[in-house]
T-cell receptor
Framework: NAGVMQNPRHLVRRRGQEARLRCSPMKGHSHVYWYRQLPEEGLKFMVYLQKENIIDESGMPKERFSAEFPKEGPSILRIQQVVRGDSAAYFC??????????????FGSGTQLSVL | DAKTTQPPSMDCAEGRAANLPCNHSTISGNEYVYWYRQIHSQGPQYIIHGLKNNETNEMASLIITEDRKSSTLILPHATLRDTAVYYCIVRSGMNRDDKIIFGKGTRLHILP
């Protein structure tokens, strides 16, 4: 059973470009969480999705950032018109039923986004 | 979810038991104690969780005080690979607010 898969592992973008980060949850998991970790800082919650629905996006910036988790395919975190401050590690996690049901999270290896 | 307090850093000699404390004095009756760790540049990894009884698995042991206001994560024979940031999180198993919030954690250095 493969773990949470994130790609790409490293992504380099120039200011103003778009960044697309992909996350395939573990098999059988329908809940996906995205976290951001700035250099030398802690993990910050961004968004929680359940298949085709955004459940909680309270941690996601209102502009330029969007997330989706379609019925088929991976979850996508999209950052439009990237700026240098978006440079960070982005981690995706999944769980079978949502952590409100006392489930633990399984994390991917992350995508390191570097904005030049 | 209840707030937790952890020391910012700790050292432990390789081969010794690493004991990581966590205070959660405002914990309520239906809240669980979870531990995760993050090894440098990797995604966080679940370690263990418990409600009021002590728990043990292949990675660690979790000791929760009788009043549940504090707990200790024990890595019985620490290795260099246990160097990581350890996060203690308290949350309700029935919380509709599903996200897990990570604090600053404890940076554990295993010394050779």
């Amino acid at each position: 059973n493969a773990g949470v898969m994130q790609n790409p592992r490293h992504l380099v973008r120039r200011r103003g470009q778009e960044a697309r980060l992909r996350c395939s949850p573990m098999k059988g998991h329908s809940h996906v969480y995205w976290y951001r970790q700035l250099p030398e800082e802690g993990l910050k919650f961004m968004v929680y999705l359940q298949k085709e629905n955004i459940i909680d996006e309270s941690g996601m910036p209102k502009e330029r950032f969007s997330a989706e988790f379609p019925k088929e395919g991976p979850s996508i975190l999209r950052i439009q018109q990237v700026v240098r401050g978006d440079s960070a590690a982005y981690f995706c996690a999944s769980s079978p039923r949502g952590t409100g049901n006392n489930e633990k999270l399984f994390f991917g290896s992350g995508t390191q986004l570097s904005v030049l | 979810d209840a707030k937790t307090t952890q020391p910012p850093s700790m050292d432990c000699a390789e081969g010794r038991a690493a004991n990581l404390p966590c205070n959660h004095s405002t914990i309520s009756g239906n809240e669980y104690v979870y531990w995760y760790r993050q090894i440098h540049s990797q995604g966080p990894q679940y370690i263990i969780h418990g409600l009021k009884n002590n728990e043990t698995n292949e990675m660690a042991s979790l000791i929760i005080t009788e009043d549940r206001k504090s707990s200790t994560l024990i890595l019985p024979h620490a290795t260099l690979r246990d160097t990581a940031v350890y996060y203690c999180i308290v949350r309700s198993g029935m919380n509709r607010d599903d996200k897990i919030i990570f604090g600053k954690g404890t940076r554990l250095h295993i010394l050779p």
